[in-house]
């Protein structure tokens, strides 16, 4: 069973950067592929990006392409999203996700999930 916490949130002016962490507990965190989402305020939640076991292979979705970055350290256990050039879309809970059985777009399908880390960009 692997456990997931995320941290890095916070509020931040437009333009300005964040970086996200996700550290894993518990399991085979460095085999799993492991994704961020996010859900705004009566919005659905929605994919942001996902890394491969080895960091090979990674999506963004794309109104975030060019501006965050995902990255791993399989030794550390841990994921990061470097986040930059914010603005005020990009307002959020941000989930950590790994372990997707089906679709890495689809929240659902993922095994392991955090509690999720606010981000709040103002304008």
């Known amino acids: 069973q692997v456990q997931l916490v995320e941290s890095g949130g916070g509020l931040v002016q437009a333009g300005g950067s964040l970086r996200l962490s996700c550290a894993a507990s518990?399991?085979?965190?460095?085999?799993?592929?492991v994704g961020w989402f996010r859900q705004a305020p009566g919005k659905e939640r929605e994919f942001v990006a996902v890394?491969?076991?080895?960091?090979?292979?990674?999506f963004y979705e794309d109104s975030v392409k060019g501006r965050f970055t995902i990255s791993r350290d399989n030794a550390k256990n841990a994921v990061y999203l470097q986040m930059d050039s914010l603005n005020p879309e990009d307002t959020a809970v941000y989930y950590c996700?790994?372990?997707?059985?089906?679709?890495?777009?689809?929240?659902?399908?993922?095994?392991?999930w955090g509690r999720g880390t606010q981000v709040t960009v103002s304008s």
């Open positions: 996700v790994a372990d997707p059985e089906g679709s890495w777009k689809d929240f659902n399908d993922y095994k392991f």
């Open positions: 890394i491969s076991w080895s960091g090979s292979t990674i």
């Open positions: 518990g399991g085979t965190f460095s085999s799993h592929s």
